[in-house]
């Protein structure tokens, strides 16, 4: 199975623009071997069963219910809100969600890879923590749940993007297919 690698946010990412603005931000890649569609990742990463997890955690202590079909919907581009997110910016290559208290971004982009060779799709996925403005006039920072945190933050990105790279692998026989909704 290939490796999921840290790498840096591409240039035409919609996260970009909260690294340029100071936050936290991070990036993560995986390749899959044939032409994954964009609404085909959104719908596998967030119907993993290690997702799923997260969603049901979202429903008890947030009440935030979502359901699979609701996230294939988000795919599709057909929702503006799952679970405890509300779509901030979408196109045809990604996606970019909000949380509910503005302070964290969660993102998605599938580019399939040009060349002569075998197709092959890059999976991105990334975070951002906005930083809170202390009110001292000090330097802004995500703060301390966030930092002390950040070793599981990484790890949970890694294993949520391999998850979704597994669920892609079973679900798409013909890889050169179209969408799978």
Not at 33 to 43: K, L, M, R
Not at 90 to 108: A, V, Y
């Amino acid at each position: 199975m290939p490796t999921v690698r840290a790498c840096p946010i591409p240039e035409n990412a919609f996260l970009r623009r909260y690294l340029d603005t100071g936050a936290f931000a991070d990036c993560y890649r995986i390749s899959f071997d044939g032409h994954v569609h964009q609404s085909d990742y959104i719908a596998a990463f967030y119907t993993t069963r290690l997702f799923r997890l997260e969603r049901l955690i979202l429903h008890w202590a947030a009440r935030r219910p979502s359901t699979d079909e609701e996230a294939v919907e988000l795919g599709l581009g057909k929702r503006t809100h799952f679970a405890a997110w509300r779509v901030e910016a979408q196109d045809d290559d990604q996606l970019l969600l909000c949380d509910d208290t503005g302070r964290t971004r969660s993102w998605l982009m599938a580019v399939v890879q040009p060349g002569s060779g075998p197709m092959q799709t890059v999976l991105h996925f990334g975070s951002a923590v906005v930083p809170r403005k202390d009110s001292a006039g000090g330097a802004a920072s995500p703060g301390f749940p966030f930092s002390a945190l950040l070793g599981f933050h990484k790890l949970y990105s890694r294993l949520l993007l391999r998850a979704a790279h597994a669920r892609l692998a079973m679900r798409t026989p013909d890889r050169a297919a179209g969408p799978s909704v």
